[in-house]
């Protein structure tokens, strides 16, 4: 993040239009020679309102207060070569993976950096939150929406998503700023960024009939939309619907990718879904999905929040339902982080919590998506540092790559990756689909795929994408060939049958594919820990090495592209590629693999 001091003449005008914006309720005295440096921040967040959000008139004004969270500079933020060095396949460190105290003694904030951010929120008419630990990384705090204006230099106004979307969600309302914050030079130089004023909510859109009309035209019925970050109305894409359209079920999922259970159960083995934005799911659909696909009763094992389970959303029916019929028999957990009416953002609250739980999940199933380029580089950074951390606490992170192919810009000349899909620290799902009744899989035209413009390449990924750069002819001049390419992996991702209200659905995306791959990874971490070995954690360096020594471990998808709008996709061909990464996986060759001390040296004395 670049600090831009405002000039006298700016930070005087500036003060003048805030003044006429709103009258504080605190004593601006208090804090106005702040004002003499002040430091724009995340200026490189795109000043637009989404579609499927409206302004509201000020006289029709509801929300008189906004919750933030300021995200804290760490104290260290570089921890790449210790999360290499345990998750590493052939490091001797690998496995050994850092407790909270020594992650927390490491990464938190120093005392002064908490001191002079809290200092300033209550003098500035902040309420601080009260901190779930006293060296938090975040702090959040509420301010009345006239306090907040003149804090941070903001211009807020309240938007009101544009009618119901699917499964009855009622419309949002959020504050949020239409001009860039800032903040004190004193305040800023310990602040990576502030949640709560700029970024907007995926909307949700996850009606079926829209959806298909649009971006999802090969699937039948898509789970929320919002989950990968498409908006309702985005230009359709043109694709259609031409794959064979069997029925997925965890049956036929064991079935494709050779899933054995015996030796997979654990007592200690936890897995979860991060479900956000009001999605919840209905517990006696669940009872009634395992009842029809012949699954004993294995209710969720722990609610993270308030599930709402009268109104369930079809994304956390479908995240919930196929993890738990997947994964059977496996501990879940549901960590809802719902937003509220005063606007922070879920996925920071999400990181706040999980990085301030002692001991999480061993691994997390979390659909959510957005163009990378929506997304101001001090956030990424961050949210970045927050999943190397939980890498090295040994969690694993499984995320869906998107669902808009190659994505394209408006001068159809430049490919659009997503975010966290383009993280290192996540393993990135792409989607297929059925050839025809053989279940031969390829890929299917809406998987997200490519290379980050932002996130550079890690060094494991260098010789399977060399190798696919090599046999490309899409141009150079459309993606960023150093970027961390993605997905890593993919699984089916149409036609699931889930339970919404008692009836069937069938929905698809790579918010499909995520659970299922989750699901896998988790039943290989119960035959670890049966064996005395550690989790996974950070698994994605193990799959790229696996990739390299054992071929078979996965199935390779050679048929496909991932188009979208303008822009001419990817290729699905042999070995990796930015449209299906290495392709399907093969359960009972990985699951060998990721118990084998001769890939992993240390798990010979676990």
Same mark, same amino acid.
């Given at each position: 993040?670049?600090?831009?001091?405002?000039?006298f003449a700016t930070?005087l005008?500036?003060m003048?239009v805030?003044a006429?914006a709103?009258?504080?309720s605190?004593d601006?005295?208090a804090y106005?020679?702040?004002?003499?440096?002040l430091i724009?921040?995340?200026t490189d967040?795109i000043l637009?309102i989404?579609?499927g959000?409206?302004?509201v008139?000020d006289?029709r004004?509801?929300?008189?207060?906004?919750?933030v969270?300021v995200a804290v500079r760490?104290?260290?933020?570089?921890?790449?070569a210790?999360?290499l060095?345990v998750?590493?396949p052939?490091?001797?460190?690998?496995?050994?993976?850092?407790?909270?105290d020594r992650v927390r003694?490491?990464?938190?904030p120093l005392p002064?950096?908490?001191?002079?951010v809290?200092?300033?929120?209550?003098?500035a008419g902040?309420?601080?939150?009260?901190?779930?630990r006293?060296?938090?990384?975040f702090v959040?705090a509420r301010f009345?929406?006239?306090?907040?204006?003149?804090?941070?230099?903001a211009?807020?106004r309240?938007?009101?998503?544009?009618g119901?979307?699917?499964?009855? @969600? $009622?419309?949002r309302?959020i504050?949020r700023?239409t &001009?860039?914050?800032?903040l004190p030079a004193?305040? +800023?130089?310990? =602040? *990576?960024f502030?949640?709560g004023?700029l970024r907007f909510?995926?909307?949700?859109?996850?009606d079926a009939a829209?959806?298909?009309?649009a971006?999802?035209a090969?699937?039948?019925d898509?789970a929320?939309?919002?989950?990968?970050g498409?908006a309702a109305?985005?230009?359709?894409?043109g694709?259609?619907?031409?794959?064979?359209p069997?029925k997925?079920?965890?049956a036929?999922?064991a079935?494709i990718?050779g899933i054995?259970?015996?030796g997979?159960?654990n007592?200690?083995?936890?897995q979860a879904?991060?479900s956000f934005l @009001? $999605?919840w799911?209905?517990?006696a659909?669940l009872a &009634?999905?395992?009842r029809?696909?012949g699954?004993? +009763?294995?209710p =969720? *094992?722990k609610l993270?929040?308030t599930n709402?389970?009268?109104?369930?959303g079809?994304?956390?029916?479908?995240?919930v339902?196929f993890l738990m019929?997947?994964?059977?028999d496996i501990?879940?957990w549901v960590w809802f982080?719902?937003?509220?009416?005063?606007?922070?953002?879920?996925f920071v609250a999400?990181?706040?919590?999980?990085s301030a739980?002692?001991?999480?999940?061993h691994?997390?199933?979390?659909?959510y998506?957005?163009?990378e380029?929506?997304v101001?580089?001090a956030y990424?950074d961050r949210?970045?540092?927050e999943?190397?951390l939980?890498a090295l606490?040994?969690?694993? &992170?499984v995320t869906g790559?998107?669902?808009?192919?190659?994505g394209?810009n408006k001068?159809?000349d430049?490919?659009r990756p997503d975010?966290?899909?383009?993280?290192p620290?996540?393993v990135?799902?792409?989607g297929?689909?059925?050839e025809?009744?053989?279940?031969v899989?390829?890929?299917?035209?809406?998987s997200?795929?490519?290379f980050?413009d932002?996130?550079a390449q890690?060094s494991?990924?260098?010789?399977?994408?060399?190798?696919?750069l090599q046999?490309?002819?899409?141009a150079r001049?459309?993606?960023n060939?150093?970027?961390r390419?993605?997905?890593?992996?993919?699984t089916?991702a149409?036609?699931?049958?889930?339970?919404?209200?008692?009836t069937?659905k069938?929905?698809?995306?790579?918010?499909a594919?995520t659970?299922?791959?989750?699901?896998?990874?988790?039943?290989?971490?119960?035959r670890?820990?049966?064996?005395?070995?550690?989790?996974?954690?950070?698994?994605t360096?193990?799959?790229y090495?696996v990739?390299e020594?054992t071929?078979?471990?996965?199935?390779?998808?050679?048929?496909?592209?991932?188009?979208?709008g303008?822009?001419?996709?990817?290729q699905?061909?042999?070995?990796?590629?930015?449209?299906?990464g290495?392709g399907?996986p093969?359960?009972p060759?990985?699951a060998a693999a990721?118990?084998?001390p001769?890939i992993?040296p240390?798990?010979?004395n676990?």
């Amino acid at each position: 993040m670049e600090l831009r001091p405002l000039s006298f003449a700016t930070a005087l005008a500036l003060m003048v239009v805030i003044a006429a914006a709103a009258v504080p309720s605190v004593d601006s005295c208090a804090y106005s020679s702040d004002y003499d440096d002040l430091i724009l921040m995340e200026t490189d967040h795109i000043l637009d309102i989404p579609d499927g959000w409206t302004v509201v008139p000020d006289e029709r004004r509801a929300i008189s207060f906004v919750d933030v969270t300021v995200a804290v500079r760490r104290r260290r933020v570089d921890f790449l070569a210790d999360a290499l060095a345990v998750a590493s396949p052939q490091s001797p460190h690998y496995g050994h993976y850092w407790s909270d105290d020594r992650v927390r003694a490491a990464a938190a904030p120093l005392p002064e950096s908490l001191a002079v951010v809290t200092e300033w929120i209550r003098a500035a008419g902040g309420w601080v939150r009260p901190s779930r630990r006293p060296d938090d990384a975040f702090v959040g705090a509420r301010f009345a929406v006239a306090d907040a204006e003149v804090a941070f230099g903001a211009r807020l106004r309240e938007f009101v998503s544009n009618g119901a979307g699917a499964d009855g @969600d $009622q419309p949002r309302r959020i504050v949020r700023s239409t &001009l860039h914050y800032s903040l004190p030079a004193r305040v +800023a130089e310990h =602040v *990576d960024f502030v949640s709560g004023l700029l970024r907007f909510p995926s909307h949700a859109a996850t009606d079926a009939a829209a959806a298909t009309a649009a971006d999802f035209a090969d699937v039948a019925d898509v789970a929320d939309a919002a989950s990968v970050g498409v908006a309702a109305d985005e230009a359709a894409s043109g694709f259609g619907k031409d794959y064979y359209p069997a029925k997925v079920t965890p049956a036929l999922i064991a079935q494709i990718y050779g899933i054995d259970f015996a030796g997979t159960a654990n007592a200690t083995n936890v897995q979860a879904v991060a479900s956000f934005l @009001d $999605q919840w799911f209905s517990p006696a659909d669940l009872a &009634l999905f395992q009842r029809t696909n012949g699954l004993s +009763a294995h209710p =969720v *094992d722990k609610l993270v929040g308030t599930n709402t389970g009268s109104e369930p959303g079809v994304e956390a029916e479908l995240d919930v339902q196929f993890l738990m019929g997947v994964a059977r028999d496996i501990d879940t957990w549901v960590w809802f982080t719902p937003g509220n009416i005063s606007g922070d953002e879920p996925f920071v609250a999400w990181l706040h919590d999980v990085s301030a739980t002692p001991n999480p999940p061993h691994l997390f199933s979390i659909s959510y998506q957005d163009y990378e380029d929506t997304v101001a580089a001090a956030y990424m950074d961050r949210a970045n540092l927050e999943f190397m951390l939980l890498a090295l606490r040994g969690v694993t &992170l499984v995320t869906g790559s998107g669902d808009w192919g190659v994505g394209c810009n408006k001068a159809q000349d430049r490919f659009r990756p997503d975010f966290p899909s383009s993280s290192p620290f996540l393993v990135s799902t792409g989607g297929t689909c059925f050839e025809s009744a053989a279940l031969v899989e390829k890929g299917v035209t809406f998987s997200s795929g490519g290379f980050s413009d932002h996130f550079a390449q890690p060094s494991f990924q260098w010789p399977a994408v060399d190798r696919f750069l090599q046999q490309t002819s899409v141009a150079r001049s459309f993606f960023n060939a150093s970027g961390r390419a993605f997905p890593d992996i993919s699984t089916i991702a149409v036609e699931f049958q889930v339970f919404v209200n008692g009836t069937v659905k069938p929905v698809g995306g790579t918010s499909a594919a995520t659970p299922t791959f989750a699901a896998i990874l988790s039943l290989i971490n119960g035959r670890r820990l049966n064996a005395g070995q550690p989790t996974l954690g950070w698994v994605t360096p193990a799959l790229y090495y696996v990739s390299e020594t054992t071929p078979d471990a996965f199935t390779d998808v050679t048929s496909g592209q991932n188009s979208y709008g303008g822009c001419t996709g990817f290729q699905a061909r042999s070995g990796w590629d930015p449209m299906t990464g290495f392709g399907t996986p093969n359960f009972p060759a990985l699951a060998a693999a990721l118990l084998s001390p001769p890939i992993f040296p240390t798990l010979r004395n676990p």
